[in-house]
Nanobody
């Protein structure tokens, strides 16, 4: 059984930084595409970032380009999202996802999901 557990969320002031982690158990992430999505209150879940199985390619939603960085450590079975220059509009529950479509930006392209971690950015 594959499980994804996010951590690192919290409350931060605008302009601050947070680093989210996603620890995966039940299988190696070595062959999996990994991604982060987010869902703000009252809105649909949206794509944030994705990374190829080997870490050599990434894909970002336009509003986070230059501020967020997705990375992975296959040896630790963990994926990260470094978030800098945070804005109030980044407030959402952030979800980690794993799947088999390289750099996919749609929820249906991912087979495994975590429970999410809340990120709140105050102005």
């Amino acid at each position: 059984q594959v499980q994804l557990v996010e951590s690192g969320g919290g409350l931060v002031q605008a302009g601050g930084s947070l680093r989210l982690s996603c620890a995966v158990s039940g299988r190696t992430i070595g062959g999996l595409a990994m991604a982060w999505f987010r869902q703000a209150a009252g809105k649909e879940r949206e794509f944030v970032a994705a990374i190829r199985w080997n870490g050599y390619s990434t894909n970002y939603e336009d509003s986070v380009k230059g501020r967020f960085t997705i990375s992975r450590d296959n040896a630790k079975n963990t994926v990260y999202l470094q978030m800098n220059s945070l804005k109030p509009e980044d407030t959402a529950v952030y979800y980690c996802a794993a799947g088999f479509v390289t750099l996919g930006a749609r929820s249906e392209q991912y087979a495994y999901w975590g429970q999410g971690t809340q990120v709140t950015v105050s102005s």
